[in-house]
DNA sequence: ACCTGAACACCGTTCAAGT
DNA sequence: ACCTGAACACCGTTCAAGT
C-alpha cells in the first residue's frame, strides 16, 4: 500500500487549498506565508505542493472553471453560436462579479495561469463557441480564442459600483465587436 | 524674492521626475527607494514632493497625454468621426507600444491615475471623439469613454510577441462593436 | 520649510536541519 | 521523502533628527 507520508502529503496539499479558498473568501487576499500558517505547515511545503502562486490559485479554481468549461457545448446544442456566446459570457459575468476581487487581488494571475499563451481549458471554451459561429458566418473568421481573452479581460478591473453599468453592457459591445458586419 | 530653499525643492523635484524617467526607460521599473537615491535625495523627499506612485507617474508622463489629448480635435477637423476615432486609437496604440512596459510594470497604474473614475484628460479627448460619432449617428449612444478606456485596456496586457498581431487588430474589433450597426 | 536616511513593516522565497 | 520555520531579500513607507 502506499506509505503513510503520501497520506500526509496530501492532506497537506488539501489543506493548504482549503486555507487558500478561506483566505480568498475572507478578504480577496492571497499572502502565501499567512495560508502556510492557517493550513498549519511551513512555507516550504506550499512551495513544495505549489510553486508559483498561479499554481494555488488554478487548483482552488479548478472546479469553478471545469464549470465554465462545461457550459460552452451544452450552450451550443441548445443555441445559434452567437446567441451561445452571448449566453456564455452571462455566465463569465456572473462568475466574474463573485470571484472580480480575486481576479484584482492577483493581477490578472487567475486568467493568466487559466489562459495565458498555452491558452487552457477556457481557451478551448471559447474556441469552441467561436469557431461554431464562425462556420455559420456571424462570427468574424479573424479572431480568435485569446483575442476574446483579452477583450473581456476589463472585468477583472471593475471595482463595486461600476460593474452595475458596465459589465455586461460592455460584453454587448464585444460580442458586437466579434459579429461579422451585415 | 522666493527663498532659495524653494529654488532647492523645486530642482529636487525635477531630478526626481528625470530619475524616474531613465529608470523607466532603463528597464520599465519604477522603485521608488532607487528612484530617490539616482535623483540624490532622501526617500521622505520623494513622499514629500509625490505622496502616490500615481502621482510621480502621472507628472512622468504628462507631456506625453498633452500629446494625445491634443491630437482628438485636430482628427476630429480633418475627418469624419469614426474615422477620426480609428486614427486616434492608433496613436493610444504607438504610444502604448513604447511604453507597454511602464503599464505592465505600474499594474494599470497609469491608466488609472489618468482616467479613473474622475476620467481626466484621456476622458475629455475620447469623450469628444465619441460625441462627434454619437451626433452623427455611427457611434453607438449607449457607450462613455470610460467605457471605451475599459475596452481598450487590453493594449497593457500584451506582451511583446503579442503585440504586433492583436494590438491594432483588435482596436479595430472593439471599433466595430462601438459602431452603430445597420 | 525642507531634507536625510536609518528604521520599521511586510511579503515572498530559500534552505539547513529535522522527522 | 517530506516537512519546518528561521533567515534572507526586497520594497515601500514613516519619522526623528538635522539644516
Redesign the interface.
Known amino acids: 500500500m502506499a506509505s503513510p507520508r503520501r497520506a500526509d502529503a496530501l492532506e497537506n496539499r488539501e489543506r493548504i487549498v482549503a486555507a487558500a479558498r478561506a483566505a480568498i473568501a475572507a478578504s480577496d487576499e492571497v499572502k502565501l506565508n499567512a495560508i502556510a500558517k492557517d493550513a498549519g505547515v511551513g512555507q516550504g511545503t506550499l512551495y513544495r505542493h505549489f510553486p508559483t502562486r498561479e499554481d494555488l490559485l488554478a487548483e482552488v479554481y479548478r472546479g469553478d472553471v471545469d464549470v465554465l468549461v462545461a457550459a460552452a457545448p451544452m450552450l451550443l446544442a441548445d443555441n445559434p453560436p452567437v446567441e451561445a456566446l452571448a449566453l456564455w459570457f452571462e455566465r463569465v459575468a456572473d462568475y466574474a462579479q463573485i470571484k472580480r476581487g480575486v481576479f484584482a487581488a492577483v493581477?490578472?494571475g487567475v486568467w493568466r495561469a487559466l489562459s495565458a499563451?498555452s491558452i487552457g481549458p477556457i481557451g478551448d471554451a471559447v474556441s469552441a463557441l467561436l469557431a461554431a459561429g464562425r462556420a455559420e458566418g456571424t462570427i468574424?473568421a479573424?479572431?480568435d480564442a485569446?483575442?476574446v481573452i483579452?477583450?473581456i479581460?476589463?472585468l477583472t478591473?471593475?471595482d463595486d459600483?461600476?460593474w452595475e453599468p458596465?459589465a455586461r453592457?460592455?460584453l454587448g459591445?464585444?460580442?458586437?465587436?466579434?459579429?461579422t458586419?451585415?
Chains 1, 2 share one sequence.
Open positions: 493581477e490578472a499563451h468574424r479573424d479572431v485569446r483575442d483579452l477583450l479581460g476589463y478591473r471593475l459600483e461600476e458596465r453592457h460592455l459591445v464585444v460580442l458586437d465587436g466579434l459579429r458586419r451585415s
